[in-house]
């Protein structure tokens, strides 16, 4: 095996995380972790700005084919993703950088490709991602909303739930039920659609921390053109499967649990109690390096699936893997934080709080990637069935 | 980057996996646990013959040259398969005089070693059971030419058949790293007592009891007083090389549990078909995920002679933890006959146990991790 980067790649670390900190220092108090983009108008102009910071360097179309535009490479991706974990900085539109790009590329017509990559790598546009139902999560191909076709527009009508920042987002990319006839897993249709359209109206829906992450997106008659389908009529699960398999290595996650570490080292070196540091008592000492070993473990298993991907195999058992560890994870290290900051470890980012509020922003944050991206339990699933061959759920 | 097998090490896995199913399958374990010697000698012959022995041994000295990360990837197969015998301990070992002996001391037992002569252990640990410095005791007295030696010795891998033995001793007064010796000696040497102690995995580890045992001076390893670092550098290699065994566990009774779970019919249908054991058994591919990179990654560092220290300890306690849980659940899944000796699992579920305490248990490594990552 080699673990390490090449030379190129090095200089290539040292240039994104030379602007990532730059970028931080211009990061607005009010920013405290890693949904803070959505949260606020002054996280969301946080977030154009490092976008556009990003798009002018070209790391907006890192791994794309040159005649989109692409520049770099998936593994320069990979470097952005940790850089922005560590610093904890937006400015890659998980939706349309992430997401929606790789689809495109994948299953988009020309015609789509020309319109929206280019907007897409230059920040122009943000995303959101008009998926979940009120009654179709987990089991998003049991969703009700439709879209009627009428000559070259669409008329779709129902109710979208969860959609983290279309309150924001300037387009979405949906799937609605197109064909009431058809059979299941052949009757959807994957369309994109400007939210400014007549018809949709977005209404927050609050996260249990208070915050706006995420909406109810409904849909009155809107009318969405037939050019901005993705992929064939009818058949939007398959691109629905195709932008599912386009996993990220979550670098992104994973460093941020790199840097709360080293925080919390910090925070245990400088922190007194009984007249010594909180730091030389052994069972914080081994609480710490117990989370330190879970950390390097999961950092290792993401450069696999960077490695994985940089060789254009997908590596989805072990995507899927780093998801679920990652996440519960920074779940465990918001409970161990919180603990060990005593009565501070209720503290909402104020001037009261300690390491800037950011354990009892993770105590609740964690359950972002913990639910969403489908959840870990249908992680799970995915790896008994399609990993370790076990027979599937009917 | 690549982190894959190389092609290579693909062929020296087959070839080790080939080679210990057909010469040590599960009967051959049992039956050694309960035989006196622990291992079997004819097999480490023909174990010598193939290199196995000399894989970190220069080829001046008869040895293989190996590098360390192919070690590591052999080992994980011996650990799939389970090898009694002082096999990891000797090859751990080995490196001590690689790196710390004198021309006469490498020309005298490298070849002997590789060739599959010579079985060498580690007299480390003692009653108190530490596994830092202030744990060892054991007096070497300077007398004339000799040391004498007086004290004694806990949980020595096979200490009963070995040929020659590293002895860690305190040289001066204290109990800090400085004043510890390494005496590379004659494992039948006068005044030396050893006992197999039963242990969980039936592994012949003893108890060595020195009384007067006089050591001539030539037979320091390395510096008289300086012998901690280079203790300190077996507890890093071994702990890599034992958490590959463990990998190579941990990963047999995953691939048996999956079988099993296939293959198993309950309420008229494969057990796998239960959510309640796919869940279980999705999260020992996770960890055996994790396991993997964290370890290869200390290897790969060991290989490069790149700092690994920090490394070496989170594999170490990771996977020890990693090799219980899944063994354990490898037990439970199993059901009824996951409880039997008769059934392989818990062969591996012993050995999880036992592999956590060599080279040092989670919790000392954990602590060596705190000071790594900058805990004051
Ligand atoms: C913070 C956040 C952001 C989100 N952002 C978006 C977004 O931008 N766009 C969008 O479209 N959606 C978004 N979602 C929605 C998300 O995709 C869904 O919440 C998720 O797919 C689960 O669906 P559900 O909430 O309906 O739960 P359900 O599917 O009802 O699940 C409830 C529980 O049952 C479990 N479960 C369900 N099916 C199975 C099964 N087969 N086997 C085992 N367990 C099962 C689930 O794991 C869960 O624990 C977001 C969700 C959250 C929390
Ligand atoms: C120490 C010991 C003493 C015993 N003493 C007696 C005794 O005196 N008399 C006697 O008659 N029996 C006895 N038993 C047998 C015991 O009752 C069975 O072992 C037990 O019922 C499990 O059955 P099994 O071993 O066939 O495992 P299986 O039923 O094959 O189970 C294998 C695995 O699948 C799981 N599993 C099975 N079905 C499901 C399901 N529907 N959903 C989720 N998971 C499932 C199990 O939990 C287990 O993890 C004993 C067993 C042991 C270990």
């Given at each position: 095996?080699?673990?390490?980067?090449?030379?190129?790649?090095?200089?290539?670390?040292?240039?994104?995380?030379?602007?990532?900190?730059?970028?931080?220092?211009?990061?607005?108090?009010?920013?405290?972790?890693?949904?803070?983009?959505?949260?606020?108008?002054?996280?969301?102009?946080?977030?154009?700005?490092?976008?556009?910071?990003?798009?002018?360097?070209?790391?907006?179309?890192?791994?794309?084919?040159?005649?989109?535009?692409?520049?770099?490479?998936?593994?320069?991706?990979?470097?952005?993703?940790?850089?922005?974990?560590?610093?904890?900085?937006?400015?890659?539109?998980?939706?349309?950088?992430?997401?929606?790009?790789?689809?495109?590329?994948?299953?988009?017509?020309?015609?789509?490709?020309?319109?929206?990559?280019?907007?897409?790598?230059?920040?122009?546009?943000?995303?959101?991602?008009?998926?979940?139902?009120?009654?179709?999560?987990?089991?998003?191909?049991?969703?009700?909303?439709?879209?009627?076709?009428?000559?070259?527009?669409?008329?779709?009508?129902?109710?979208?739930?969860?959609?983290?920042?279309?309150?924001?987002?300037?387009?979405?990319?949906?799937?609605?039920?197109?064909?009431?006839?058809?059979?299941?897993?052949?009757?959807?249709?994957?369309?994109?659609?400007?939210?400014?359209?007549?018809?949709?109206?977005?209404?927050?829906?609050?996260?249990?921390?208070?915050?706006?992450?995420?909406?109810?997106?409904?849909?009155?008659?809107?009318?969405?053109?037939?050019?901005?389908?993705?992929?064939?009529?009818?058949?939007?699960?398959?691109?629905?499967?195709?932008?599912?398999?386009?996993?990220?290595s979550n670098m992104d996650m994973v460093y941020g649990l790199v840097k709360a570490q080293e925080e919390f080292v910090n925070f245990c070196n400088e922190t007194k109690r009984h007249g010594k540091p909180l730091s030389q008592d052994p069972m914080v000492r081994n609480k710490i390096a117990e989370f330190a070993c879970s950390i390097e473990a999961v950092r290792t298993l993401a450069y696999r699936v960077a490695d994985q991907q940089n060789r254009n195999e997908m590596g989805l058992m072990d995507a899927a893997s780093v998801k679920v560890f990652a996440s519960e994870l920074l779940e465990k290290f918001g409970q161990i934080a919180t603990d060990l900051l005593g009565p501070y470890?209720?503290?909402?980012?104020?001037?009261?709080?300690?390491?800037?509020?950011?354990?009892?922003?993770?105590?609740?944050?964690?359950?972002?990637?913990?639910?969403?991206?489908?959840?870990?339990?249908?992680?799970?699933?995915?790896?008994?069935?399609?990993?370790?061959?076990?027979?599937?759920?009917? | 980057?690549?982190?894959?097998?190389?092609?290579?090490?693909?062929?020296?896995?087959?070839?080790?996996?080939?080679?210990?199913?057909?010469?040590?399958?599960?009967?051959?374990?049992?039956?050694?646990?309960?035989?006196?010697?622990?291992?079997?000698?004819?097999?480490?012959?023909?174990?010598?013959?193939?290199?196995?022995?000399?894989?970190?041994?220069?080829?001046?000295?008869?040895?293989?040259?190996?590098?360390?990360?192919?070690?590591?990837?052999?080992?994980?197969?011996?650990?799939?398969?389970?090898?009694?015998?002082?096999?990891?301990?000797?090859?751990?070992?080995?490196?001590?005089?690689?790196?710390?002996?004198?021309?006469?001391?490498?020309?005298?037992?490298?070849?002997?070693?590789?060739?599959?002569?010579?079985?060498?252990?580690?007299?480390?640990?003692?009653?108190?059971?530490?596994?830092?410095?202030?744990?060892?005791?054991?007096?070497?007295?300077?007398?004339?030419?000799?040391?004498?030696?007086?004290?004694?010795?806990?949980?020595?891998?096979?200490?009963?058949?070995?040929?020659?033995?590293?002895?860690?001793?305190?040289?001066?007064?204290?109990?800090?790293?400085?004043?510890?010796?390494?005496?590379?000696?004659?494992?039948?040497?006068?005044?030396?007592?050893?006992?197999?102690?039963?242990?969980?995995?039936?592994?012949?580890?003893?108890?060595?009891?020195?009384?007067?045992?006089?050591?001539?001076?030539?037979?320091?390893?390395?510096?008289?007083?300086?012998?901690?670092?280079?203790?300190?550098?077996?507890?890093?290699?071994?702990?890599?090389?034992?958490?590959?065994?463990?990998?190579?566990?941990?990963?047999?009774?995953?691939?048996?549990?999956?079988?099993?779970?296939?293959?198993?019919?309950?309420?008229?249908?494969?057990?796998?078909?239960?959510?309640?054991?796919?869940?279980?058994?999705?999260?020992?591919?996770?960890?055996?995920?994790?396991?993997?990179?964290?370890?290869?990654?200390?290897?790969?560092?060991?290989?490069?002679?790149?700092?690994?220290?920090?490394?070496?300890?989170?594999?170490?306690?990771?996977?020890?933890?990693?090799?219980?849980?899944?063994?354990?659940?490898?037990?439970?899944?199993?059901?009824?006959?996951?409880?039997?000796?008769?059934?392989?699992?818990?062969?591996?579920?012993?050995?999880?146990?036992?592999?956590?305490?060599?080279?040092?248990?989670?919790?000392?490594?954990?602590?060596?991790?705190?000071?790594?990552?900058?805990?004051?």
């Amino acid at each position: 095996m080699d673990f390490r980067l090449t030379e190129e790649q090095v200089a290539r670390r040292k240039e994104i995380y030379k602007v990532c900190e730059e970028l931080e220092k211009k990061k607005p108090k009010s920013y405290v972790g890693f949904e803070s983009q959505f949260d606020n108008e002054e996280g969301w102009a946080f977030h154009r700005y490092c976008a556009k910071e990003f798009a002018k360097r070209g790391w907006l179309a890192l791994g794309w084919p040159k005649e989109y535009g692409g520049t770099g490479t998936m593994m320069d991706k990979v470097l952005l993703a940790e850089a922005r974990g560590y610093y904890d900085l937006p400015g890659s539109d998980i939706f349309g950088v992430s997401m929606l790009a790789p689809t495109l590329l994948a299953a988009g017509s020309e015609e789509i490709k020309r319109e929206f990559l280019p907007k897409i790598a230059s920040a122009e546009v943000m995303f959101c991602e008009l998926w979940s139902e009120p009654n179709a999560g987990s089991d998003l191909a049991g969703m009700t909303s439709t879209a009627v076709r009428k000559g070259d527009e669409f008329i779709v009508n129902g109710q979208k739930t969860w959609n983290t920042g279309a309150h924001y987002a300037d387009w979405g990319f949906g799937v609605y039920k197109s064909d009431p006839n058809g059979k299941k897993h052949h009757n959807l249709t994957f369309i994109l659609n400007n939210m400014k359209d007549k018809g949709v109206t977005v209404r927050g829906i609050p996260y249990m921390n208070g915050s706006h992450v995420y909406n109810e997106v409904y849909l009155d008659d809107v009318d969405m053109s037939a050019k901005y389908i993705v992929g064939q009529e009818n058949e939007g699960w398959a691109v629905v499967n195709v932008l599912a398999g386009f996993e990220r290595s979550n670098m992104d996650m994973v460093y941020g649990l790199v840097k709360a570490q080293e925080e919390f080292v910090n925070f245990c070196n400088e922190t007194k109690r009984h007249g010594k540091p909180l730091s030389q008592d052994p069972m914080v000492r081994n609480k710490i390096a117990e989370f330190a070993c879970s950390i390097e473990a999961v950092r290792t298993l993401a450069y696999r699936v960077a490695d994985q991907q940089n060789r254009n195999e997908m590596g989805l058992m072990d995507a899927a893997s780093v998801k679920v560890f990652a996440s519960e994870l920074l779940e465990k290290f918001g409970q161990i934080a919180t603990d060990l900051l005593g009565p501070y470890g209720q503290v909402k980012h104020s001037k009261w709080a300690k390491l800037n509020g950011s354990a009892e922003y993770n105590y609740q944050a964690c359950f972002v990637p913990i639910v969403s991206m489908g959840t870990n339990e249908i992680q799970r699933n995915i790896i008994a069935w399609y990993g370790l061959g076990l027979p599937r759920m009917k | 980057m690549d982190l894959r097998y190389s092609e290579q090490q693909e062929i020296l896995k087959k070839s080790a996996r080939d080679f210990l199913t057909k010469e040590c399958p599960k009967a051959k374990v049992r039956e050694l646990e309960n035989d006196a010697k622990g291992y079997d000698p004819a097999l480490w012959q023909k174990m010598g013959e193939l290199g196995w022995l000399g894989f970190n041994i220069p080829e001046d000295y008869e040895g293989m040259g190996y590098s360390f990360e192919d070690l590591a990837m052999h080992i994980e197969e011996v650990g799939k398969n389970i090898l009694p015998g002082p096999y990891i301990s000797t090859v751990v070992n080995t490196f001590a005089i690689v790196e710390a002996g004198t021309e006469e001391q490498k020309k005298d037992l490298l070849p002997k070693i590789s060739n599959g002569n010579c079985i060498l252990t580690l007299a480390w640990l003692e009653d108190n059971g530490l596994f830092d410095a202030s744990g060892i005791t054991l007096k070497a007295v300077h007398k004339g030419n000799d040391y004498v030696l007086n004290g004694t010795k806990m949980f020595v891998d096979g200490a009963h058949v070995a040929n020659n033995m590293i002895v860690v001793a305190r040289t001066k007064d204290g109990s800090g790293e400085d004043g510890i010796t390494l005496f590379l000696i004659d494992a039948k040497a006068a005044g030396i007592k050893t006992e197999v102690i039963p242990t969980i995995a039936l592994d012949h580890l003893c108890e060595v009891v020195f009384k007067d045992v006089a050591v001539p001076a030539k037979d320091v390893l390395g510096k008289v007083d300086k012998g901690w670092p280079i203790l300190q550098m077996l507890i890093r290699k071994g702990s890599i090389l034992k958490s590959a065994e463990s990998f190579g566990g941990l990963q047999a009774v995953f691939e048996m549990t999956v079988a099993y779970a296939k293959e198993r019919v309950q309420y008229d249908r494969p057990i796998g078909a239960f959510q309640a054991l796919q869940h279980k058994m999705s999260d020992m591919w996770i960890t055996l995920g994790t396991s993997k990179y964290l370890l290869y990654e200390a290897a790969w560092k060991e290989s490069e002679g790149e700092p690994n220290s920090k490394e070496a300890s989170m594999t170490k306690a990771y996977i020890n933890e990693a090799y219980k849980l899944i063994t354990a659940l490898g037990v439970k899944l199993h059901g009824g006959i996951g409880t039997s000796s008769d059934h392989d699992v818990p062969l591996y579920y012993r050995r999880a146990k036992a592999a956590d305490t060599a080279y040092g248990s989670t919790d000392y490594h954990r602590e060596l991790v705190a000071q790594q990552i900058g805990m004051k």
